[in-house]
Each structure stands twice: as structure tokens, then as C-alpha cells.
């Protein structure tokens, strides 16, 4: 590299511009990473913090200077505690390179064939949990429950969830366009600031999604709220047009997968 310093171009001018280029880079996919997650709380809350420790230590505020240099190693450790499903998120969503990956096209999931399940299983208020796997392999979830490894359709979905067979108290795991499992047990969320209300199957779902990159649909059996769990968060009572457009855009599925799948259906 020493005969590429003696180039004034690239000494001057490309290796800093390259340096700044590959530092916003950096710092616009780790900010793509945060703003999915609480963790962008996490975020303010240290900027709030710099600023006022800036403010004191121009303004010679010597009791506050104390105090924020006694708590620095605290708020670190209580930081790490508060935030762990934030983080672990994060770091996990590094590990697997999608930062630095271009968008792939998706699997087909037959949706429609599943959102039409849903709003049936909906209108009954028939509870009801459906994983979608995407990178983070879920085998070990997938061995809690009973193998089936079937096409994905609506009348499978609701002979599982619209009865009471052994299954339908688990969460069916849909992978490579099939229901590989069913009858599955999530982890259930640490958060403690979740919904006093919420089931069981809520808790679960935010679990999986805390710890993966799955999303997973509810079905809520007390009031057949249709909910979405991804990216360590829980939306709740949503539209089948709103789940639609989101599993649509986090399971990366195209117009003419769409069509495909119509066209599956009708056949």
C-alpha cells in the first residue's frame, strides 16, 4: 500500500472520501438495525444524557459531574439489563449479514391462503398462533411439536386451530412454503411492560420475536383481535389488509408471487 500513498489523488482525496462513505454506511445500517427495536429509546436516552453532562461540565456543575461519574458504570449494566432482548436482537441481526446483504427475494408462503384462515379463525374467535421461519433456523422449536411437513392451505390451518385436537394449543411453524410443524411451544417474553391482558399466546409470540427473526400472527381466543409479532414488538388489533402488507414486505413476497398465489388458490 506505501506506492498508493505516493499518489496525491488517492492520498488526499479518495482513501478520506472512502473512509467517510464506509463510516456513514455503517452508521445508516446500524440506525436501519436500531430503529426496528426499542433500542432507538436506548439511543435518546444516552444523547439526553451526553447533553446534559456537556451542559455540566461547561457550566462547572461540580454535584452533577459527580453524580453522572459515579452512576456511568451503573447506567451501563442497567442498560444492558433493560435492554437484553433489544441488544441481543441487534447483534443477532449482524451475525447474519443482512446489513450487509442485498434484498433477496422471498419464499413463498401461500399468504392469502393463511390470511384467509385467519380472518375465518378471526370471525370464530378461535385463538390461534402461526410462525413464519425466515433466516434464524428454528429447529429447535420446530422438534416441541408434531412433524407434518404439508402444503400450506386454509382448510389444514383450520382443522388444526377450529377444533380442539391436540394441536391447536401450540403454534403451527410455516418453513419453505409448508407447515413443517405443528402443536409448538414459544418462549414466553421477559419484557415487563407488556400488556397486563394479554394471553399466553401473546406472551409467546413476543418471545420468538424477541429471540429470532420469525414473525408471528395471533389470533386472540378472548376477542379475536388479529395481532403481529416481529422485531421484538407486538402490534395489536390490526386489519387483515394491514397484516397483509406487513408479512408482505417482512417476508419480502412480489406482485407476481401474488399472482402465483392466487392462481394456486383458484386452481
Not at 65 to 93: D, K
Not at 136 to 145: M, R
Not at 184 to 210: K, M, N, V, Y
Amino acid at each position: 500500500m506505501e506506492w498508493l500513498n505516493q499518489i496525491w489523488l488517492f492520498r488526499d482525496v479518495i482513501r478520506p472520501l472512502l473512509d467517510i462513505l464506509i463510516l456513514s454506511f455503517i452508521i445508516y445500517q446500524i440506525y436501519q438495525i436500531l430503529v426496528q427495536t426499542r433500542a432507538i429509546q436506548l439511543v435518546k436516552g444516552a444523547f439526553l444524557m451526553t447533553l446534559i453532562y456537556v451542559l455540566a461540565f461547561f457550566l462547572e456543575l461540580s454535584t452533577l459531574l459527580w453524580i453522572m461519574n459515579g452512576l456511568a458504570t451503573v447506567l451501563v449494566i442497567i442498560i444492558a439489563i433493560v435492554f437484553q432482548p433489544e441488544l441481543r436482537n441487534i447483534f443477532t441481526t449482524i451475525g447474519r449479514g443482512e446489513w450487509l446483504r442485498l434484498q433477496n427475494r422471498g419464499t413463498s408462503y401461500q399468504l392469502d391462503s393463511v390470511l384467509n384462515a385467519v380472518e375465518v379463525l378471526s370471525g370464530r374467535q378461535r385463538g390461534a398462533l402461526i410462525v413464519f421461519s425466515l433466516k434464524v433456523g428454528l429447529k429447535n422449536i420446530i422438534e416441541t411439536g408434531t412433524r407434518l411437513n404439508a402444503d400450506i392451505s386454509s382448510s389444514l390451518i383450520l382443522t388444526i386451530f377450529g377444533h380442539d385436537t391436540p394441536l391447536h394449543d401450540g403454534a403451527i411453524v410455516l418453513q419453505g412454503g409448508e407447515i413443517v410443524s405443528a402443536g409448538c411451544f414459544l418462549p414466553l417474553s421477559e419484557q415487563s411492560d407488556i400488556r397486563r391482558s394479554f394471553g399466553t399466546r401473546h406472551r409467546a409470540a413476543l418471545g420468538l420475536a424477541e429471540e429470532t427473526d420469525a414473525a408471528v400472527l395471533i389470533v386472540s381466543e378472548e376477542t379475536g383481535a388479529i395481532s403481529l409479532a416481529y422485531n421484538a414488538n407486538l402490534y395489536y388489533d390490526l386489519t387483515v389488509q394491514e397484516v397483509r402488507l406487513t408479512l408482505r414486505r417482512l417476508l419480502n413476497i412480489h406482485e407476481d408471487e401474488r399472482e402465483e398465489e392466487a392462481a394456486a388458490i383458484e386452481s
